[in-house]
Structure formats: C-alpha cells, structure tokens
Nanobody
C-alpha cells in the first residue's frame, strides 16, 4: 500500500505561482506513475500532470501546458507541481495520485489510479 500526502496549496492572485508537493511512503519500491489531478466543485476529477518515476516521461493536460511543470525530488518518492501564470479556472482541490502501471492513452484518467492523497486546495482570484 502507498500513502500520499500533499502540501503547498493556498490562495493566490491570478498570474501568480504556487508549488505543490507530494510525499509518498509505504510500498514505494520499483517504478510507477505519479501525478496530480484536480477537481472543482460540480466538475469531474481531471488529470493535470503525471510523471513516470522510472522513465521520467511527463504528461500534461492541454489546459496547463506551458504553465505547469512536474518534477521529482532527489528522493524518487517526492513529486512537485510548479504552477505559474495561474488563472481563476485553475481553482480546485488538487490531489496527488499514484499507480503501479499506466498507459499513454489513459495516463491522465483518474480511474487508472488506485492511490490518492487527501488533497490540497488551490484558490486563484
């Protein structure tokens, strides 16, 4: 089992930046897909950015390309989401997620992930 804990959310003005962090613990041996999803009130959970911890391959939602970056810490089980040029529509609860395997076609689909953090709120005004 994998435990995920997010931190770094908050409130920021449009055009500002925030960095989210996710720490994984537990059964984290080997490689896996680890990423960020978000859910705004009344909307479905959507994939934002995912990184394969082994290959280093990254995937982004079209809505955040060029504004968000995802990276690993020196410890493989730490993931960061750097969010720049934030917009009001980025306001949501952001969740860290992990899966032992993922495919390119569904890497940003929430149903493919079986480990989730509690979420951290990001509000852009």
């Amino acid at each position: 089992h994998v435990q995920l804990v997010e931190s770094g959310g908050g409130s920021v003005q449009a055009g500002g930046s925030l960095r989210l962090s996710c720490g994984a613990s537990g059964d984290t041996y080997g490689t896996y897909c680890m990423g960020w999803f978000r859910q705004a009130p009344g909307k479905e959970r959507e994939g934002v950015a995912v990184r394969h911890t082994g290959y280093g391959t990254t995937y982004f939602a079209d809505s955040v390309k060029g504004r968000f970056t995802v990276s690993q810490g020196n410890a493989k089980n730490t993931l960061y989401l750097e969010m720049n040029s934030l917009k009001a529509e980025d306001t949501a609860m952001y969740y860290c997620a992990a899966a032992r395997s993922c495919s390119v076609s569904t890497v940003l689909v929430a149903s493919g992930y079986n480990y989730w953090g509690q979420g951290t709120q990001v509000t852009v005004s």
